[in-house]
């Protein structure tokens, strides 16, 4: 796994301050005031602080933007990064310096002076999560990346703060790298084993293999993966940090490759569904992030892992295929192989642990992109207090999220002639016919929400907290919503 930037946090010393070789970050305000690191630091550098603060580019910079000077004056330090932020910035604010400390930080490390600076712990997570860097299969050109030390005032108060960040970082970090290995890595058993892996840090994990899918009936599921030598697979992931109470469901679609089965997608951008496994990763990385914290929280986390090929075995348009809950569904098209995946896995997760709510996450539907592009994941629900819930946790954290709307209107566009629905409606409203089929596998009174994160599991561009790649979108969001609603 990519290891998080070593990030700690030490008394402030401005006697190390002349000799560091590295990079030496400073904060100043709005209107130009320094702290006192901030200040020694401008005596040293005979006032470079200071012109920086009355140059009309640091009048430009906006809240949480950082700017260099190479090799000042009267230090050794390779360059002075001077970060614009408010006395008591924001959470995206802080994050946001963080993430610029992180693109400026080199192999030789970076001495950051915070003091008494405010949310210095999300400063620390700003720059843990942009310091990110997937290069597994790379033999040369890795970035190299020195250690973090935050000089504080308050260093045990600031560890104790950035702890459970940390913890999200590695499990967004373990997302994102699941999310971004080749098929050839990360086949359904090299997915599986990882997650098994999983037990050395207190979850109780299971991997329930073909035969036991099929003895429980999972012929939704099995139909996607026929036709591919990797065996389909059910991982079960238990966080019992909580007392007796029942726990809440995380599920997650887990097509390690989609080539859209006998329904071929086009050969251009085939490369790029690596990543359709996202929401089995996001699962994966929550479940990570809450035994990491030690969350006091009951939390299941679920992933069917299969991959979608095309073979003399594969599952054809026109099939008809029986789920676990026993209704059958005619497949129309077999490359809306995820919702077949996510109702055997959603209907398994209710019979067995009947949980208190459910989400499951899945890169479902280009429909989503045309809707909503790369800013939004789409949220579907059966429960406006569960959802709610859900939109302030990913509004908390900055992670892009809209409601999208439902009805049984939609239904009729899932009939068929031979089988008790199909397993898609046609190209109108694509994303809204697919939540209405997954939501036929969720009980009456069982609170759901079904992300649908197409647009945001992996990007082209660099976002506010990291680069170009998989996101690793929904952990903190959904680390957010446990410990704001299930954790006493």
Known sequence: MTAVTPISFA????DQLADFSGKIAVFVTEDGKMDSGARKVNTLTRKTVARVAESDAFEKMKAGD????????????????VVKLPRRPTVTEARKAGAGLAKALGKSGLLVLAGSTYR????GFGVAMRAYTYEDHKTGDKAERGDVTFMVSDPSGAETAFEPLAAVAEGTF????LTNAPANDLTTTSFANQLADLKNIGLKVEVLEEDQLEKLGMGSLLCV?????????VVVMQWNGGGDEKPFALVGKGVVFDTGGISLKPGAGM?????????????SGVMKALALRKAKANVVGLVGLVENMPSGNAVRPGDVVTSMKGDTIEVINTDAEGRLVLADVLWYAQERFAPVGMINLATLTGAILVALGHENAGVFSNDDDLCGAFLKAASDEGEGAWRMPMGPAYDKLLKSRVADMKNIGGRMAGSITAAQFLQRFVKDDT???HLDIAGTASVKSETALA??????????????????????
Do not use: H
């Open 11 to 14: 008394e402030y010393a401005a």
């Open 66 to 81: 950082v700017t260099a000077v190479a090799m000042p004056t009267g230090l050794v330090a390779e360059a002075l990064l």
């Open 120 to 123: 210095v712990a999300e400063i």
């Open 174 to 177: 373990f997302t994102r790298d």
């Open 225 to 233: 993966g026929q036709g591919s030598v990797s065996p389909s697979k």
């Open 271 to 283: 490369e790029d569904m690596t990543m359709d496994m996202g929401g089995a990763g996001v699962v």
């Open 447 to 449: 609170p759901w929400c």
């Open 467 to 488: 680069p170009e790649g998989a996101t690793g979108w929904g952990v903190m969001a959904l680390n957010r919503l446990i410990a704001d609603k299930y954790e006493g």
